[in-house]
Structure formats: structure tokens, C-alpha cells
């Protein structure tokens, strides 16, 4: 079975330009997770969904960052524009049921590059 | 608000050693907890889970039991090997599944 798919791995960008992450979850997970994860740091929720529908994004800066999730499969989040801070590991997770006893399994990450 | 806090690094071990990684929570109701461990340049793997009191996880070696009591889920292995070097993260889901929290991560590096 593939596990969470991301891409790109790397992105290198400067400031004020716009990047986008891909996020294709484990086939039959319903509920996805973008995280942030700053340097020595650890992962923190930007955004859930339950198959499309985004349940939880009160710590996605909605001033520049937006997802999605069409026909609640893959995933795409959006950075524009793009600050120096924003330089982080963004994680894709998928989970089988939103129980409490259901691990999250992810992705290697998009390691993205301000500059 | 639910939390976990596991305890500051780096820990430096020789191989063979005896480790613990403290973690404690705080959280309403019954949470389930997890270790995830993230080897550079990966994302992070399920390393074990314990989803009730008393609950014992186990994988390679790694140990970790919920202990409601003291609102703790220490991670422990019995002799570590260099392959082990790596970031260890302990987790919470929430009783309603609806959050999935992380400390800040513990780095663990062992010599030969």
C-alpha cells in the first residue's frame, strides 16, 4: 500500500511569490492534516479536513494561506505571497477514521525556502 | 486547552545504553497517546500507540505505558543502538478524534 505522497520535497522561492504543496493521502482515508513543523520544533496543525470539508482551520493564517481538498482525495495548499517566515517543513497526514485510537501517518514533507 | 510536554534535548547515549524520554499531558476525557519518530530527512513513522490506562505500547524495543495516574507516557528501551539517533515526538488524539497534538520533540543521539 503507497503511503502519503507530497511534492515537491524541496522548494526554494523569494519573497512575495506564490508556491503551492501537494498532498495525495493513503487510498480510503478520509480525514487529511496539514502541518507546519518550524526548525527543532514540533508539528503544528494548520488546517483538517473530513473527506472535503475543511473541519478545522482556525490556525491557518487566511491571509495568505489557503487549501483545499477536491472530491476529498488529494490536496493542495497555497502560500500568497510567501514571507521569509514562512520557511518550514509542511506535512501532509492521512488517518483512517477520526476516532481517538486512529494514528495519523505522513508524508516526507515539502521543505520550503524563503528567500 | 490539551497539551503534551516531553522533555528537552539532545539526549547523548552510548550504544547499549538504558533510555527514557519523559512525556507528560494534559487533556479532558480519555486521549490516546503515540511516539512518532523522524529520522532526518523523513517525515514522521508511528513508532507505538496506547489507546487506554494501563495500555503498554511496544515496538524495536521501544516500550511506552499510559499512565493515567500521573497523566504520563514515558518512552523507554532497554539498549540503544546508533540506528536510534533520530527525533522522537510524543502525541495525543483527543477522546472525540478531533485533534492531534505533538511536543516539541526530543533528539536522541547515540554513539558507538
Known amino acids: 500500500e503507497a503511503g502519503v505522497v507530497q511534492s515537491p520535497r524541496y522548494k526554494i522561492i523569494e519573497k512575495k511569490q506564490p508556491v503551492a504543496f501537494w498532498c495525495n493521502p493513503i487510498s480510503g482515508h478520509n480525514t487529511l492534516y496539514w502541518y507546519l513543523q518550524n526548525l527543532g520544533q514540533g508539528p503544528e496543525l494548520l488546517i483538517r479536513?473530513?473527506?472535503?470539508?475543511?473541519?478545522?482551520d482556525s490556525q491557518l493564517p487566511k491571509d495568505r494561506f489557503s487549501a483545499e481538498r477536491l472530491k476529498g482525495v488529494d490536496s493542495t495548499l497555497k502560500i500568497q505571497p510567501a514571507e521569509l517566515g514562512d520557511s518550514a517543513v509542511y506535512l501532509c497526514?492521512?488517518?483512517?477514521?477520526?476516532?481517538?485510537?486512529?494514528?495519523?501517518?505522513f508524508g516526507q514533507g515539502t521543505r520550503l525556502t524563503v528567500v | 486547552g490539551d497539551s503534551v510536554t516531553q522533555m528537552e534535548g539532545p539526549v547523548t547515549l552510548s550504544e547499549e545504553a538504558f533510555l527514557t524520554i519523559n512525556c507528560t499531558y494534559t487533556?479532558?476525557?480519555?486521549?490516546?497517546l503515540f511516539w512518532y519518530v523522524q529520522y532526518p530527512g523523513e517525515g514522521l513513522q508511528l513508532l507505538l500507540k496506547?489507546?487506554?490506562?494501563?495500555d503498554k505500547g511496544s515496538n524495536k524495543g521501544f516500550e511506552a505505558t499510559y499512565r493515567k495516574e500521573t497523566t504520563s507516557f514515558h518512552l523507554e528501551k532497554g539498549s540503544v543502538q546508533v540506528s536510534d539517533s533520530a527525533v522522537y515526538f510524543c502525541?495525543?488524539?483527543?477522546?472525540?478524534?478531533?485533534?492531534?497534538?505533538f511536543g516539541k520533540g526530543t533528539t536522541l543521539s547515540v554513539s558507538s
Open positions: 487533556a479532558t476525557g480519555y486521549p490516546s
Open positions: 502525541a495525543l488524539r483527543n477522546q472525540a478524534g478531533t485533534a492531534l497534538i
Open positions: 496506547a489507546t487506554k490506562a494501563d
Open positions: 479536513y473530513e473527506n472535503e470539508e475543511a473541519v478545522d
Open positions: 497526514a492521512s488517518s483512517p477514521g477520526t476516532g481517538a485510537q486512529f494514528e495519523a501517518f
